[in-house]
Structure formats: structure tokens, C-alpha cells
């Protein structure tokens, strides 16, 4: 706890979406990797893998831009710093290990603080105010506009999808009196980022959260919840398991696992 505060305060972070929890919610990942990492190496490595695949469709490699960049688990970054002229690692909390890899190979690693939303601040201004429907109509018409750096060769979008209105619409005082308004919000702006992403010029990679599972010790599964009801998404190219919370992190009755997909998509 006191680390994960510590972490929170070295992270770089703007202050609406500080206030928002983003911050603390990064260092909050990152302490879980500490203690259950060894369980999320086969998710790390799938990552890995689909992102490198990605990156060989792409055609020329001057710009890769990863959205949700994080600490950078699930970001093959001296791979793709071997194989493209500029890494932009982009995230709304930018944290030490960014910016290591920015100091440790200056000019062609660059650790960007950037809301993929475009409505963060907006949405921390209004935290104490805003109507449950003002909320959910501001992700709905959230637009970032052009990456930072400009558009990239290839955009990565690093397994923030299912974060983007979910953790900060927490923080809402009209979620207060409102379960379901985190789970609206998680929508309306996965389905903008999607669009965003697909007026990219480049190669896409998306990886995302899709399911939910709580799974017994002996492998039987006790819930499944779809992250993203309604959300119109062609089949993925690729799918695994993360066993994101091994007993006893969240529960000593159960593990829980995420089904993770995967879509690469290129310009048309
Ligand atoms: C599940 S973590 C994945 C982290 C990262 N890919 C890694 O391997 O460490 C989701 C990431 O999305 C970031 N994120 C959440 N909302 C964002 C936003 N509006 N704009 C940019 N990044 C955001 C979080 O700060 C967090 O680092």
C-alpha cells in the first residue's frame, strides 16, 4: 500500500487524471505483477508475440506508438526499438520504467503522458457534477485527435481498452448512486477508441480484456462476465488466458483468469 502510494507519486501523471486514480491504479498493476507476475508470463509472451507480428506486417518502420504502455509488461520495446526508427510509449500514467527505456536509448524511446480519451480533464472538472448520462456523453464523443508524434507506421493499443471509462468513471461522484455507470462509460469509450483506431493510417494492433472468468482450484468455472456487452468486434485473430489474480490475490475461493484477444488490422 505504501509503496504502491510511492509509485503513484513518482509516477507522471496529469492532474485530472490523478485525481481520476489513474496514477494510483498504474502503480497498482505494477505492484501485482511483484506478486503474482510468474503467472502472467505465458499473457507477457503472447503480448509479445502478436505485437512482433504487427510489426512485420507493417511496410515501413519510422513511428510504432503503444497506447497503454504502462510499465511495459506486455511491451516488446527493444525489439521494437531494434526495429523501428522511433518508440513512442504512450499513457495517461507514465511510469519509471518508460522513462528508463527513454534514458536508455535516448532519441529513439520516447515516454509520452497522453490520455487516449481526450475527455480526462473534462471529466475531473465535472468529477463532483456531472449527470450519469453527461458522463457516459462524454466518452461517447471523446476524440484524442492525432497520436502524439504524429501518426505512426504502427499503433499498438496495450491491453487499456477495458480501462479507458472504467477506472475513472469510478471516481465519479454520480457513480455513487449508480453500479452500472463505470461498465457505460468502459463502453462508449472502448467503442470510440476502436474508431480512433481505425482511422489510423498504419498497422493496428488491439489487445484487450474480453471476458471475465472466476475458475475454481479444481479448474471448474464459477462466473464468466463479457467485458464489452454490445460492442460489435470481428472475430479475433488471436485469443489466450491471463491468470491475472492467482488464489489467494483476490479471493482464497478463486482464481481470476482473463480471456485476453487480439486483432491486427492494416490500412485497406
Ligand atoms: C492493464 S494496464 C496495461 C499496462 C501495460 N500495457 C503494461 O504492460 O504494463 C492499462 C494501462 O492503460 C493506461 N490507461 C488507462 N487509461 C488511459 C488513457 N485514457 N489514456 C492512455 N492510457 C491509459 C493505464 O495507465 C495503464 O498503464
Redesign the pocket.
Known sequence: MLRELIDALRTKCAPG?RALG?AY??AA??AR?RRVGKSWAPH?AA?HQVILRGAARCRKHERVL??????????PVAELAAQFSEVIL????V?AVARRWQRRLPGRVRAIA????GV?ASLAEGRRTLTANAAVELFAGSDPGVPPGGDADLVVS???LS??GL??ADQLVAAEADDELPARCAIAAARRHIAWLAARPGVRVLISDVTRLDIAPDGRELARRTIFKGLELRAPDQSWRWDLAPIPEWSREWHRVHEVSAWIDEPA
Open positions: 487524471a489513474l491504479e498504474a498493476i505494477a505483477h507477457i503480448s503503444v497506447i497503454g504502455a504502462g510499465a511495459c509488461f506486455d511491451v504512450a499513457d495517461v500514467a511510469s497522453w490520455d487516449a480519451t480526462l496495450a491491453n487499456c480501462q479507458l477506472i475513472p
